[in-house]
């Protein structure tokens, strides 16, 4: 089935958009109409090649609240499409107004280039091609995924929605490393930041919830992950640093990465242990935070079970606190005050006590968290700041799908909208 293109995205008519957001193992889905921002058709393809005992399987929910599993064997990627779009195809069969008119893409790294929502293009998609390896978890996914919609779609215009873009706007004395300047560009080595999708919905959210603009706001923004984590530095709508550099290794201590450590460290592992570059990566990046800590979990859910039994969870859990709370005095140094601190993602909103001891002895920068707020389950938005808190302190949930399509709408395609990128 081929979708045709009416020439509504982008110009302020209703529109549907078609989201994918890819991960390590999962393509996340959706369909949003807007401007209402309804949410038509949701779903996600879980453990994409899967092996051994785990199972694959794909959730689907159209806006009937009706959900369907589907456990089905997906190899790879392209046969995770393919079970995606049959979902997809029944419902278009059976409603017709869920017909998509653009589709969005999510994009990790794409280096210098794109820093604003792009039509994907043949040119763009030659670019997306170099990539790959600058964020090789993601970028090879995510390209997979662009060329299938091609294939399939080839009427709609398809968006890229670059992770790094939000964090353009970091300054030069911030961005760059003190490495020899001839080799940096050579290389297009300095920080690119990532989870810019996700920074740049839960400060437009957050300053919505206040009822504030972000213009007149400076923000610390902790995007806390089951996967990665990151805080940004955001000064009058604008990015101006970000805990990752450029790798998402950089910052934080993660669920199986390391975060900063000593820069000569790798290089010492390597000769001790007389390995090579490639099995150090997979230390740093597959081995290492949580995981590597205590030995036998990444997720800091169930390390908080065993902080009172085990003392290698316990040290994991306020060592990884405590990287947040150093950064967030970095960054607030960095803005001269701030005037809003966000916790969000997985971790940020369904741990309180995490924000608890990050919020911990923080009153000289004007953190005070409400403890009974804080203890509240929900995952907000909501206020968990106490009254003499100079800082409001908001729990709330990020929507990088929704970002996603805003984008994708406010987008004014350049061109002929419906070329197709092959």
Do not use: W
Request: proline letters at 5%; aromatic letters at 8%; one cysteine or more.
């Amino acid at each position: 089935m081929k979708f045709k293109n009416d020439g509504n995205a982008g110009t302020g008519k209703s529109s549907n958009v078609l989201i994918f957001n890819c991960g390590s193992s999962s393509v996340k889905y959706q369909i949003i109409g807007f401007p209402s921002e309804e949410v038509l058709v949701r779903g996600e393809a879980e453990k994409v090649g899967a092996s051994g005992r785990e199972k694959s399987y794909v959730k689907h929910q159209t806006r009937d609240n009706k959900p369907v599993l589907l456990t089905v064997e997906m190899k790879d990627y392209p046969s995770a499409f393919g079970e995606i779009m049959k979902f997809l195809e029944k419902d278009f069969a059976a409603d017709s107004g869920l017909f998509p008119d653009a589709i969005g893409h999510r994009y990790v790294h794409t280096g210098d280039h794109f820093n604003r929502t792009t039509l994907i293009t043949p040119g763009v998609l030659k670019i997306l091609e170099k990539t790959v390896e600058l964020a090789p978890v993601h970028n090879p996914v995510s390209l997979n995924i662009i060329r299938q919609c091609l294939k399939r779609m080839p009427d709609l215009p398809e968006y890229l929605v670059v992770d790094t873009a939000f964090h353009s706007t970091i300054p030069r004395a911030c961005r760059t490393y003190p490495l020899p300047s001839a080799l940096m560009k050579k290389y297009g080595i300095r920080k690119y930041g990532f989870h810019g999708t996700s920074h740049k919905y839960v400060m437009q959210e957050a300053c919505r919830f206040l009822g504030v603009k972000p213009q007149d706001q400076k923000i610390i923004s902790c995007h806390l992950g089951s996967g990665g984590s990151s805080i940004c530095a955001i000064s009058n709508g604008r990015s101006v640093d970000n805990t990752m550099g450029f790798t998402p290794l950089q910052g934080l201590v993660m669920n199986t990465r390391s975060g900063d450590i000593d820069p000569a460290l790798p290089f010492y592992i390597m000769r001790s242990e007389n390995i090579t570059m490639k099995e150090v990566g997979s230390l740093l990046n597959k081995k290492s935070g949580l995981l590597g800590l205590t030995g036998s979990t990444r997720d800091l859910r169930d390390i908080l079970g065993r902080i009172k039994t085990d003392r290698n969870s316990d040290t994991a859990f306020r060592m990884y606190a405590s990287r947040v709370k150093e950064y967030i005095g970095a960054y607030y140094m960095l803005l001269k005050k701030f005037d809003v601190l966000i916790f969000t993602d997985s971790l940020g909103t369904q741990v309180p006590a995490l924000r608890s001891l990050i919020c911990s002895e923080m009153d000289a920068l004007g953190i005070r968290i409400d403890e009974r707020a804080n203890a509240d389950p929900s995952q907000g938005p909501m206020d968990v700041s106490d009254r003499m808190s100079t800082v409001r302190i908001i729990v709330l949930p990020t929507n990088e799908e929704l970002m996603i399509g805003r984008e994708c709408y406010a987008q004014k395609a350049n061109g002929d909208p419906a070329r197709r990128a092959s």
